[in-house]
């Protein structure tokens, strides 16, 4: 168990900076995920927190040391790889038991930690087996085997479920934070899914393009999304966002109608309600033409648009609805829940 | 392509028995040879089935003074010089080029690539365009007559370091970081992940290299002088240039299917993994 620091991390890979002064403060057994996009840098963020990649600047610790210039070994870390990285040719106690033996630990200590680990994850039976003869489930138990017989002061996973099927990724998720818990080992975990983000997380750390777009606990990200980006990328469907001018407490869409809204905020804004908060309402201002309502059975996803205007909108409603193409849905929306935007900058404005 | 045409069927066949006694019959002329009596090999029409001396030939050749009225080294003793030179160079060889591969692939410093492309380059340059500056090398230093200079200069091989090059970069780099972060050094990991991840290979190449150092005739016919360290490739073609008599074939037959034995003992021994080294892609 450990905090960990990270103190201005920047990463540059000749002239390009591709990690932008990350910050962030971890304590004592937190679970973190990492999300982003693909080519948002998490992944090399990852990396430089296991040491795989050199810091460019600024500075990384666990606990109350720094550990910039540290090989990966002295970090008192473990990592749980996309492709788990088993060593073929070594049975699962075998691939276990590597690292503790390079440490030159005692046989007997080895075996009672590999044997403890393995009734943790149940893969006992396995143990004699080489990777090749399980399967991706029990690849992925025994990669996470291997990083808990580390007895390490931090978890660190790279999109570890990644190339399970759905259903095993949703066990595998399930099971992962179970352990994390029960073992209380301070954890970050890399992924682009944000079910996975969502449901793992003690806290996001949402990433776009090198910089934190918002680090936070799940409901703050999903309540209060601090970019059009992290708005767009945290939830599904994904929030709908509408041009609008500001002024004394009301939106004017483009088409004219105009909403209440609690912001004093002048000038022109991006308007988001997330699909589930469009509220279907005979006397409401939002009027959306529909194109394709998709039946989900517990929910009707209505995919139309702005009454007037080519603004796309997606409407999340309870239970089966009838709409059909081409009619028109009025909605409201809750005043607490609209977020809104500056047009310019993406930032949120309270 | 699974046809039922009977002329095809005859075709094929055809061509392949063809192909078997092409390559069987002189294997078998040898093995008539050897078992004959040297007057007989001499008389025509040469005989085409066994005789009886076999065992006899066998014994004189492998252990007693060979050709008769030549002061020749016993055939036990030039196949202990090859064995070793075969072995040297093909264990030298695999050393040199793992160890060659693995700086390249794993390790970065300056000109890395520089030195890649110059072994590379040295597949260009057989054996024999080096020959004279090699000897001028190896007799300089005294190695003429010995297993050094029989296998010393032979070991260094760009084709075994290219292929492992490739095997190596086959193997993803997660096992390496995987690796690193259980805290093996690189010279652990050359010995627990690399080198057991290339078994197969090691043995194909292992296979390819020893017939290869088997087989050498040039080098070995220039550095040995000494008839003590003559090599069993070389020995027979000296035997075909006994003075004075005519050839003993018997014995020289006799010998050259000594010197066959041991390539087709590896091949056989190895041939699983020979066939999985070439073969296999999947790390």
Known sequence: ?350 | MVENRPVLTFITHAVLILGVIMIALPIWITFVAASHEDIRMTQAPIPMLPGGYFWENFKRTLFGSGLAGNEITPVWRMLLNSLVMALAIAGGKIAISLLSAFAIVYFKFPFRMGFFWMIFMTLMLPVEVRILPTFEVVANLGMLNSYWGLSIPLIASATATFMFRQVFLTIPDEMLESARIDGAGPMRFFWDILIPLSRTNIAALFVILFIFGWNQYLWPLLITTDSDMTTIVVSIKQMLEAAEQSPQWNIIMMTAMLAMLPPILVVIAMQKLFVQGLTETDK
């Open chain 1, 1 to 350: 168990m450990a905090k960990i620091k990270l103190d201005s991390l920047t990463k540059s890979y000749g002239t390009t900076e591709v990690l932008h002064h990350i910050q962030g403060d971890i304590d004592h057994g937190e679970f973190i995920v990492i999300v982003g996009p693909s080519g948002c840098g998490k992944s090399t963020l990852l990396r430089m927190v296991a040491g795989l990649e050199t810091v460019t600047t600024g500075e990384v610790s666990i606990g109350d040391k720094v550990i910039n210039d540290l090989e990966p070994a002295d970090r008192d870390i473990a990592m749980v790889f996309q492709n788990y990285a088993l060593y073929p040719h070594m049975t699962v106690e075998q691939n276990m038991a590597y690292g503790l033996k390079i440490r030159k630990l005692p046989k007997e200590e080895i075996k009672r930690r590999v044997e403890e680990a393995a009734d943790i994850l149940e893969i006992r039976d396995y143990l004699k087996r080489k990777p090749r003869q399980l399967s991706g489930g029990q690849r992925q138990r025994v990669a996470m085997g291997r990083a808990i017989v580390r007895d390490p002061q931090v978890f660190l996973f790279d999109e570890p479920l990644s190339n399970l099927d759905a259903k095993l990724r949703v066990q595998m998720r399930l099971e992962i934070r179970k352990l994390q818990r029960r073992l209380g080992v301070t954890s970050i975990y890399v992924t682009h899914d944000q079910v996975e983000a969502m449901t793992l997380g003690d806290r996001l750390m949402v990433l776009n393009g090198g910089y934190v777009e918002q680090f936070g606990t799940p409901i703050e990200v999903y309540e209060k999304p601090a970019s059009v980006f992290v708005a767009g990328f945290i939830g599904s469907p994904s929030m709908n966002f509408i041009a609008a001018e500001a002024e004394n407490g009301l939106l004017t869409l483009p088409n004219g109608t105009t909403i209440r809204t609690a912001s004093k905020t002048v000038g022109p804004v991006t308007l988001g309600i997330r699909p589930e908060h469009l509220l279907p309402n005979d006397a409401g201002a939002i009027e959306v033409e529909v194109d394709l309502p998709e039946q989900l059975g517990a929910t009707t996803l209505v995919h139309g648009r702005i009454v007037g205007t080519d603004l796309p909108v997606t409407a999340s409603l309870n239970g089966i609805n009838a709409a059909a193409s081409g009619d028109v849905l009025k909605f409201d929306a809750p005043v607490e829940q609209m977020h809104i935007f500056d047009a310019q900058s993406g930032k949120r404005i309270e």
